[in-house]
């Protein structure tokens, strides 16, 4: 997370590009496909087959990384984390 700070005209910037690029980085996600909207609103359905533990442990690990961001200041991600995070 990066600080910007304007003291002169009492400006606070945080910026979590680092923290983007640190989590895209670790879940091996590919950035140059990304879409300008990443979610519809339709309706998402439930994994039928069974899950390893190892798939469950890392998609609760990648949901919990989006959800931080949310908690500091992203509220354009809030609604796909909530989505997916139905199905922890």
């Known amino acids: 997370m990066k600080i910007i700070r304007n003291w002169p005209q009492y400006k606070l910037w945080i910026n979590l590009e680092s923290y ?10 590919d950035t140059r496909g990304a879409f300008r909207t990443p979610m519809t609103f339709q309706h998402l359905e439930p994994y039928e087959r ?9 998609f ?3 949901i919990g990384s989006a959800i931080y961001p949310i908690i500091l200041l992203r509220l354009d991600v809030a609604y796909p984390a909530n989505r997916l995070s139905r199905y922890l």
Do not use: N, R
């Open 20 to 29: 983007f690029e640190k989590i895209t980085a670790k879940f091996h996600l």
């Open 60 to 62: 609760q690990k990648l």
């Open 50 to 58: 069974t899950a390893t533990v190892v798939d469950i442990h890392l």
